[in-house]
Structures are given as C-alpha cells and as structure tokens.
C-alpha cells in the first residue's frame, strides 16, 4: 500500500517567471506615473534617475534635484530594507519571502495612490508619491536580485536588449532564453504604455491603484517556483 504524497508548499500558486513579468508591467505603471506625473523623476529604474540627477544639477530646465535626490534615497533605504528581509528570510520558504515583500509593496503603493486620490493638489503630494513608491520598488528590487531569476529584473532592460541582440541569430545565437527576454520588453513596454495614458487621461490615482491591486494580488498566488 502506498502512502500519498503531499504537495510541496512551495509548489503552489503562480510561478516567479510569471510574476516577476507581471511585476514589469507594474514597474511601467509606475514609471509613467513618477516620470509624466511628478516632475520628470524615475522612482522604479534608478539607471535613468542617476541621469535625471545629472541633468538637474547641471541646471537642465524641467528637472528637479530635491525630488530625485528625494527618490534615489527612497530607494536606496528600501533596498536596505529589502536586504534585512532577505537576511531574515532568504534561507527559508522562498513562497513566504515573495509574499511577504509584494504585500509590503501593495501596501506603499496602496498607500500612493490614496495619497493621490485624497489631496491630488496638495504641496507635500508630490514628495509623498515619491518616497512611497521609490521605498516599495527599492525593496522589491533587493529581493528580485536575491531570488537570482535570470534574465527578470523587473526594472531594468539594458542587459536584458543586448542578451536579445548579442545572443541574437545575427549574434553568437546561443540566445536560449530570448523568449523571457522579449516577454520582459513588451512586459514593461505594455506598462509604461497603460500607465502613460492613464496618467495622461485620469491622473495619477488611478494607475497607482492598478498597480497596487497587481502587487496585493500577486501576494496571495505567488510560488517559489521558477
């Protein structure tokens, strides 16, 4: 007589390769909403915000030193942050950890887009949408990178388009993971894309609210499976 076997925890729920896609829409959303909506400053890919603190300190019309220095510090506390997790829970459930730090995000999130629904006009706003959502993709970031998916960072794609074209049949053509690379691009392409028409449409409340639904969501039904 054989005894059943019981379902490995870990193995429930979505897979982290279709999470981590979906995560890049949410990093479009956001996107669109820091750069069209709070003065020309990335609060999820710090690539284009060393930049943007760049053109601000050289005097650029349209930039503003306080609100990307304001963001890349977020950021950086939420990567902070995001290391303790992964110190304290890195070498267990992978299911748990994954859960754990998209509620944390949902909640921030969740809490922007309150903020904006709530005093759109305010003079604080702007600093607030900054800090919440810069905090949230810090900390997500610091666990992405400690999950170790390849080729899915969420928030960044410059190696993610030279491994498309390097490894490319015009390249070495050893490009064996092109389809989760392309899924990455238009993943975030698709994001920023929403996020800008509904920032540009209905404000900024609305797609911080998609985008907080998404994370909250992606909590209950994430695995710790790739």
């Not at 754990?100 to 006009?121: K, N, R, Y």
């Amino acid at each position: 007589m054989t005894t059943p076997t019981t379902a490995d925890p870990e193995e429930r729920g979505v897979r982290l390769v279709a999470v981590l896609l979906i995560l890049t829409v949410v990093s479009g959303l956001i996107d669109a909403v820091s750069y069209l909506g709070l003065g020309r400053v990335f609060t999820a890919n710090m690539t284009g915000n060393v930049v943007v603190l760049g053109f601000a300190a050289a005097g650029a019309p349209g930039f503003s030193v306080p609100h990307t220095a304001t963001s890349l510090a977020c950021f950086l506390l939420g990567a902070v942050v995001g290391g303790r997790v992964a110190a304290r829970f890195g070498g267990g459930s992978r299911r748990r950890w994954a859960r754990l730090t998209l509620a944390a995000e949902a909640v921030l999130v969740g809490v922007s887009a309150a903020v904006a629904f709530a005093w759109p006009d305010a003079t604080g706003t702007v600093y607030a949408l900054i800090a919440l959502t810069a905090f949230a993709m810090g900390l997500r970031n610091a666990t992405v990178r400690k999950l170790g998916v390849p080729d899915l960072t969420t928030t960044v794609l410059t190696m993610t388009l030279t491994g498309l074209a390097s490894e490319s049949r015009l390249g070495d053509a050893t490009g064996h993971r092109s389809p989760r690379r392309t899924a990455s691009v238009i993943a975030m392409l698709g994001g920023a894309c929403l996020g800008a028409w509904l920032v540009l449409h209905h404000g900024l409340g609305i797609p911080l609210l998609l985008a907080a639904l998404a994370s909250g969501a992606l909590a209950v039904v994430a695995s710790g499976r790739e």
